[in-house]
């Protein structure tokens, strides 16, 4: 299984980049976890949008799924579908990407399948309804955040992960409905698991982080 960060800003992109999107390769399958700014154009340099078995939204808020409103036009102009799986949470987004009529849309249950892969949801603690999703595939689990607090569910959720891509949009010692650098280092030193910081936002000064902990980079794929 390979990770390939396609995006890691939040909740706005920096120059350059793109928001939160990442893609996940198996032996035969490939899903997207989340498809914000820049996924869909990024995304066809490693996989053809007609290979890609399904997207998972981790939650609703616009920098995690910008990208599917020129995806859904592209949809219908080739008369294709694509399995989008994603919270059933009642806001004015969950409507306009029903309405494209493009998606097959499932809402996420707590364990799933897509392919190869075997998906663990858990409810995390963020102010719009979202999930951390655990990808695995036979020994080797990918464990993404979405966005949240930290928080217990979070602990119980990445443990026996083998790698953690994990939201650290707050500043250290300030309040905002993420993680920090800081915590994302705690919970990996804990957990014994190398984890991936992302879901960086622009306006933070990030410093150098070290053990387990290193800040993603676009375009760039992690081996499980």
């Known amino acids: ?25 198996g032996e035969n399958t490939s899903l997207m976890l989340d498809f914000g700014s820049g996924a869909m154009g990024r995304l066809q340099k490693y996989v053809a949008l007609s290979e890609l ?14 990208d599917l409103f020129p995806l859904g036009y592209y949809l219908q102009a080739c008369d294709m579908r694509i399995k989008l799986i994603m919270p059933d949470t009642d806001c004015v987004q969950n409507k306009i990407l029903s309405d494209f009529g493009t998606f097959d849309i499932v809402p996420v249950s707590q364990n799933m399948q897509v392919g190869e892969f075997k998906l663990n949801f858990e409810k995390m603690r963020h102010p719009l309804e979202s999930y951390s999703v655990k990808v695995t595939n036979g020994s080797r689990s990918l464990f993404y955040s979405g966005d949240t607090v930290f928080c217990d569910e979070l602990m119980r959720a990445a443990s026996g992960s083998s790698l953690m891509i994990l939201d650290c949009g707050k500043a250290d010692g300030t309040k905002a409905p993420h993680l920090s650098l800081s915590e994302a280092a705690f919970i990996a030193k804990t957990l014994q698991t190398p ?20 800040v993603a980079e676009e375009d760039k794929t992690y081996m499980l």
Do not use: Q
Request: aromatic share 10%.
């Open 1 to 25: 299984m390979k990770v390939t960060v396609l995006g890691k800003y939040g909740p706005y992109a920096g120059n350059g980049g793109g928001t939160s999107s990442y893609l996940v390769r």
């Open 195 to 214: 984890a991936i910081a992302s879901h960086i936002n622009p306006a933070v000064s990030y410093k150098s982080p070290s053990g387990f902990v290193t």
């Open 53 to 66: 078995d399904a997207i998972i939204l981790s939650h609703l808020h616009y920098d995690h799924i910008c």
